[in-house]
């Protein structure tokens, strides 16, 4: 796993929790704040990948 898997992972993970919390205090702003983490953490956890798949092309595995 690179930096931007784990780092992608940890954004979703905590928009996530930001997300619930809003629906639990009613708060729209805070439910839209949690997934717009989510889908930055979704697209860099995704760079991360490919990243990944091109460092194992490289090394020829």
Do not use: P, W
């Given at each position: 796993m690179n930096k931007d898997q784990a780092t992608g992972a940890a954004k979703q993970l905590g928009g996530k929790m930001q997300e619930e919390i809003g629906k639990l205090v009613g708060s729209k702003e805070q439910q839209?704040?949690?997934?717009?983490?989510?889908?930055?953490?979704?697209?860099?956890?995704?760079v991360g990948d490919v990243k990944a798949a091109v460092k194992q092309v490289k090394n020829g595995k």
């Open positions: 839209a704040k949690g997934i717009k983490k989510q889908i930055v953490g979704n697209v860099q956890e995704s």
